[in-house]
């Protein structure tokens, strides 16, 4: 698949999943919406019902009021009667006898109390004046002290009468209808009817007043004056009282938010997967792609590895059979020590590509045993120090391990520290200068090999331990090799539960270290 491939299919994938979030939001946020119109709605139906509530409590009140005021018109019924039983006459026949004189007179005033401003009365005075004498037909006589108090019991009952009638010539005030706890109650109790367990706000204001009468918490006054809902108090009893119930939810977001979390989660939790099973699909193509240009690296330059020994073998043996050219003893010789360089040199090949299959199937069978890993350190050093010598360099040892014996895969350890030898030989310019060193740690050996080599950078770092991953060198490879040899120390070390890592600088050459375990 080539890039420009994958490049359009991640930009038509990109797009969809932006036009899907689009219109999963648009969804989300019309629900939300719709959730919050259902809940304006039910609040709106519960303040129905705490209004309903106040109005029959109201009219209960004034039922018990009219009850008393009746059975005052009842008592001076009852008076009246008892006045014509002692007079013979009934009371308002003559023009005396109906000559009762009410004056009242109440002042009102304004006044600060509690955080806001209240109508109180200042004075309130009733005056009842009745009668001393009531004239009868035929002449005038004085009253009986009976007919007197008579009059005078009628008269308490009459102002009383007059002060029910005349003393609130307007609807009381809210303050004195209903109680901030009261109002509290049936709203929680309404509310609550409706499924609503939300945190919330109150308060009663007065439009003839301007001022808020009531309230849950003064704190909230300016912020429920802005977001509150309004509902008229006692709407129904026949005149406008001007006073307005409150309410706001100072977390309805958030309420809402939470009725809807099952939604949401589900609706966020695919979003999410869909992203990232898109991502881990790009991914995967890229590494496929990356590694499918690895491997055709792997294969040319393995072609191109083969075909000089091959060539070589190939020349050997055609000068050996040729029959016109002469064959001494030290020819001869010659010849074969070429053949037999050359098989070695296709033997380290064939090993290289067994590294390759037991990287490709991650199936490694260990065959572990104790053994002393100064010995193995040495005999590799042994092996590869005329390599090493031939080009002016040298190797050095610090073998500080006081417990060198491990128990591992002998043969894989020995391949493990063959492949970093000979990496700081490669990838060292010039005079190479190789320190090998040992130590105890943790119940283990840590081995450390440094070289003067050329450095790995921080970003390379990183990937060197990949699979057929080669540092970038631009189009020209000084170094021959297939990005193996790191790949299989990594996956030595991981298989007997070691670590690997490496410490270097551009240009000031580098230091591996690798721990393993003393094991069983």
Known sequence: MNRRLILLITVLVSVALIVLTGIQTYWISSAVKLREADF????????????????????????????????????????????????????????????YNYQRQQEWSEVFEDNQWKMVKKTDSAILTVPDTLGIAGGSSELSDRARQLHRKKA????????????????????????????????????QAKGINAEYEFGVFSESRNIMVLEKDAASREKLMEEGMFFPMFAGGGYPTGDFLLINFPRQTRYLLLQMSGMLIISGGLSLFIVIAFAAMIFAILKQKKLSEMKNDFINNMTHEFKTPISTVSLACEVLNDPDVPKSEDLMHSYIDIISQENKRLGVLAEKILQTAILEKGQLNLRKEPFD???????????????????????????????????????????????????????????PLIMVSTEDRNQGVLVSITDNGTGISKTNQKKIFEKLYRVPTGDVHNVKGFGLGLSYVKFIVDKHEGEVSVESEPGKGSTFRVWLPHGE
């Not at 519960?46 to 109201?58: H, P």
């Not at 009638?165 to 509310?191: C, K, M, Y």
């Not at 060198?404 to 030989?425: E, G, S, Y």
């Open 40 to 99: 304006q709605r039910t609040v709106a139906e519960a303040m129905g019902d705490v209004m309903n509530r106040l109005e029959k409590l109201e009219m209960s009140r004034q039922m018990r009021k009219n009850t008393a005021y009746t059975n005052l018109l009842r008592s001076i019924d009852s008076l009246d009667y008892l006045i014509y039983r002692e007079t013979g006459q009934m009371p308002g026949q003559n023009d005396a006898g109906s000559n």
């Open 373 to 431: 890993i100064h010995e193995v350190i040495s005999d590799v050093i042994r092996k590869i120090a005329i390599q090493v010598q031939i080009r002016d360099g040298s190797i050095d040892t610090s073998l500080n391990a006081s417990n060198p014996v491990i128990t591992a895969d002998r043969v894989h350890v020995t391949n493990m520290i063959n492949n970093l030898l000979d990496n700081a030989n490669k990838y060292t310019p010039r005079k």
């Open 156 to 191: 308490f009952l009459l102002n009383q009468v007059f002060e029910e009638l005349f003393n609130s010539p307007f609807a009381p005030s809210i303050e004195n209808r209903v109680s901030r706890g009261q109002l509290d109650t049936l709203i929680n109790i309404a509310l």
